[in-house]
């Protein structure tokens, strides 16, 4: 085990080249995902007009938000990594993976990092653009985020989507074409994660409810956190409800692999 | 007129085709079905949560802004269904050299790579959009007349003219760019701002998203019709802009076609 950890710096490094040859389709993502910031900066100014919140938020308070999301989702966000594991399941490239000492869950896993790392360098010229930009018209408290409490949850959004992706995707084991899965637990994790609008902005009942569901730790709950909108006692049950849903997912990734290798047939060359 | 005919029997052909490909799948067209539905029902709840905090945004009320959100979910969803499918397989097309097989065929490149696809789950999907927006009429007890259900549906087209431009353009980068697919998502990116109604933008985002890029008028200009009658001025503009749109993005295309080079030996 110790010595295939060992592997994991030289998967990441080649993940990190593998990202960086296709730097320009990296750099169009990264130019595109400040596109809803500009929306939601237009949309939520004339919702503003002749009032001085809306909820719990301002205008620059709630405009902070999405500007933090987008930092959220750079972090934490797995980009293809989804389909990555569905071709190699498919096409049966995981051949050579399984025959190599590393388990695969920490294979993806260095590879998802160093997605990350490489779409993290990508966007932070365009987000910092599209926030120095904005800060010129709507005054963003960007520089009062609570980062001791921010970055783990932001950390802890990260693992909770890269094991929720690994369970998506292992379903490949058993259906021929994952997508319409991926597409419909995307449009989950817009609603209920807080990626369209933030969850305290719904009425009471249905705030508690979306706080129960894996979804609000991935986008909402690092993003309030990082604006300093929740009070220390709801970070702590949402950091501890964060990390039961990723170990949940982990566990449930890992009896996915058990059980997709028991029917996997490798075939070919 | 015979050239427009042929190629008119010549999408019909390929839509059959494609429509038997379809069908092979029942199961995947009931799974996309909820699927775009559950897409569609995100944007109505957004929707729904800040009228429960306001009343009007921009000078629609919420009945409105359904006809509106709807109406845009309408055009996206007949584009989805007939154009889309075939032009985000370009930057595949391409990397795999795999467009030699269009370019020797004797049609035009652009018209075959639009055509050869087609979904048909999208299609009802558009059919609850359009059921949406007559709740949503009713809610505003307007009875739209005839004239005014006709225009709406020729500014539909419009609406995908718009559309079609706007992805041509962007799909039209894979001739530079190796991997392209991002395209897709800048799309779906740029296309949000579709959805918002026209008044509440102003200065340069407005100027920019109503001549440059008339995405501010895609949805806003059918659904206004329906809402508030026959208004020359915009519709004449709309139907300008994108005619327009669409002439630049076939240039754009036939100008990285140039640029083509096989990947097979």
Redesign the interface.
């Known amino acids: 085990m110790i010595t295939s950890l060992t592997a994991l710096p030289t998967v990441f490094s080649i993940g990190l080249q593998r990202q960086l040859a ?1 730097r ?3 750099l ?2 990264a ?3 400040a ?2 910031l ?2 939601s900066w ?2 939520w ?3 503003f ?1 002749g ?1 001085e919140t ?2 719990p938020y301002t205008l620059a308070s709630l405009l902070t938000y999405y500007a933090v999301l987008l930092v959220v989702e750079s972090v934490s966000s797995p980009a ?1 990594d989804d389909f990555q594991i569905s071709r190699e399941i498919r096409e049966g490239t995981l051949n050579s993976i399984l025959l190599r000492p590393l388990p695969y869950g920490l294979y993806r896993g260095a590879l998802f990092l160093s997605g990350r790392c490489a779409y993290l360098v990508a966007a932070l010229i365009p987000l910092a653009l599209s926030f120095f930009l904005l800060s010129r018209v709507i005054p963003l408290q960007l520089g009062s985020l609570d980062l001791a409490r921010g970055i783990p949850a932001l950390l802890g959004s990260a693992l909770l989507q890269f094991s929720l992706t690994l369970c998506l995707s292992l379903t490949s084991f058993w259906l021929l ?1 994952i997508s ?1 899965l991926i ?2 637990v995307y ?2 994790e ?2 209920a994660g807080g990626h ?2 933030p969850l305290d ?3 009471p009942t249905l705030f508690q409810f979306a706080q129960l569901l894996p979804f609000a730790y991935e986008y909402w709950f690092p993003a309030a956190t990082l604006c300093g909108s929740i009070s220390h006692s709801a970070w702590l049950f949402g950091i501890s409800m964060q990390s039961g849903w990723a170990l949940f997912f982990i566990l449930l990734a890992h009896f996915l692999w058990q059980a997709g290798l028991r029917k996997y047939t490798a075939a070919g060359g | 007129m015979r050239p427009f005919f042929h190629l008119l029997r010549l999408w019909l052909i390929q839509l059959r085709y494609a429509a038997t490909r379809e069908l092979a799948f029942r199961a ?1 067209f009931f ?2 079905v ?2 775009e539905l ?2 569609f ?2 944007q109505l ?2 929707v729904d ?2 009228y ?3 009343d009007s ?2 000078g629609w009320s919420r009945p409105q802004m359904i006809v509106l959100v709807a109406t845009n979910q309408l055009i996206q969803q007949i584009f989805t269904a007939f154009l889309m499918p075939g032009l985000v397989k370009l930057p595949e097309l391409v990397r795999d050299g795999k467009l030699d097989f269009v370019l020797l065929k004797p049609a035009p490149p652009q018209f075959l790579i639009s055509t050869s696809q087609l979904e048909i789950g999208p299609l009802a999907n558009a059919l609850i959009a359009i059921v949406v927006v007559v709740f949503a009429l009713q809610e505003l007890h307007i009875t739209p007349s005839l004239p005014s259900i006709l225009l709406y549906g020729l500014l539909i087209v419009a609406g995908l003219l718009t559309h079609y431009a706007l992805l041509l353009a962007l799909v039209s ?1 894979t001739f530079w ?7 897709l ?2 799309y779906y ?2 296309f ?2 579709a959805r ?2 026209r ?4 200065g340069w ?1 407005r100027i920019f998203f109503t001549f440059a890029l008339p995405l501010l008028l895609v949805a806003n200009i059918p659904a206004a019709t329906l809402l508030h009658g026959f208004q020359i001025g915009p519709i004449l503009l709309f139907l300008l802009t994108c005619l327009t749109a669409a002439l630049f993005a076939s240039l754009f295309f036939r100008i990285g076609l140039r640029r083509y080079q096989s990947a097979s030996s």
């Not at chain 2, 760019?177 to 395209?183: D, G, H, L, P, Y």
């Not at chain 2, 008044?199 to 102003?202: D, G, L, P, S, V």
């Open positions: 296709y320009w389709n990296y169009l993502r130019l595109f995902s596109m809803p500009l929306v237009v949309f100014s004339a919702v007009q009032k809306v909820g293809d074409d319409a597409f419909l449009s989950l817009f609603l369209v609008f902005l719904l009425p | 995947n799974v996309w909820i699927v559950s897409w029902v995100l709840a957004f949560v800040v429960q905090h306001v945004i921009a980068l760019i190796v991997q392209a697919e991002s395209v998502l800048g990116s740029i949000q701002v918002l109604p008044e509440a933008a102003t985002f």
